[in-house]
T-cell receptor, first 114, second 117 residues
Framework: DSGVTQTPKHLITATGQRVTLRCSPRSGDLSVYWYQQSLDQGLQFLIQYYNGEERAKGNILERFSAQQFPDLHSELNLSSLELGDSALYFC?????????????FGPGTRLTVL | AQSVAQPEDQVNVAEGNPLTVKCTYSVSGNPYLFWYVQYPNRGLQFLLKYITGDNLVKGSYGFEAEFNKSQTSFHLKKPSALVSDSALYFCAVRPSILTGGGNKLTFGTGTQLKVEL
């Protein structure tokens, strides 16, 4: 168990809908990362937050947005969902050890868009 | 831009035999390299990382990895494979802090390891 929690585990919804994925980082970790894992794209970095501020952006669609709250939990909002958004969405939080930060991943949320 | 290649989609090995999962990378400056393992319906678990120093890095569950700068490789190894090691293995890279490339990890496509009796 990494200490990173994600809810819900599974989400089934229809095209055009909006969903919110939630992540709680490990105690004390200030950074939260979101990744998408799909069969055709592999594991792709979406976005990073550090202590409430957006720090880096990757291949995140404009229909997707995220935020990190004062208690450091984070939410990833996906809107106008398409079939191709079906994927596993991982959250990771990082701790600084031995000269760099190591990212620890949550169990993921499996999103199915029908 | 940074990238990682895992040339084998699947590696099969008999239990008790040594295993190697290959990884090559491309990054500006000195790399930070990581191996993660993913079991079915689970998240990624951190195995080990290379920052600097000794080219042989030891990690969890008896795994180790060898960093080779001239070949830009970071192969994962284990002297004696177990059936329970069967899983999906990911290599990842990020540039060093001095390069200023940010913290995002770039992952390879993954290698399915199958250890058979």
């Amino acid at each position: 168990d990494s200490g990173v929690t994600q809810t819900p585990k599974h989400l089934i919804t229809a095209t055009g809908q909006r969903v919110t994925l939630r992540c709680s980082p490990r105690s004390g970790d200030l950074s939260v990362y979101w990744y998408q894992q799909s069969l055709d794209q592999g594991l792709q970095f979406l976005i990073q937050y550090y202590n409430g501020e957006e720090r880096a952006k990757g291949n995140i669609l404009e229909r997707f947005s995220a935020q990190q709250f004062p208690d450091l939990h984070s939410e990833l909002n996906l809107s106008s969902l398409e079939l191709g958004d079906s994927a596993l969405y991982f959250c990771a939080s990082s701790v600084w050890t031995s000269g760099t930060d190591t990212q620890y991943f949550g169990p993921g949320t499996r999103l199915t868009v029908l | 831009a940074q990238s990682v290649a895992q040339p084998e989609d699947q590696v099969n090995v008999a239990e008790g035999n040594p295993l190697t999962v290959k990884c090559t990378y491309s990054v500006s400056g000195n790399p930070y390299l990581f191996w993660y393992v993913q079991y079915p319906n689970r998240g990624l678990q951190f195995l080990l990382k290379y920052i600097t120093g000794d080219n042989l890095v030891k990690g969890s569950y008896g795994f180790e990895a060898e960093f080779n700068k001239s070949q830009t490789s970071f192969h994962l190894k284990k002297p004696s494979a177990l059936v329970s090691d069967s899983a999906l293995y990911f290599c990842a890279v990020r540039p060093s802090i001095l390069t200023g490339g940010g913290n995002k990890l770039t992952f390879g496509t993954g290698t399915q390891l199958k250890v058979e009796l």
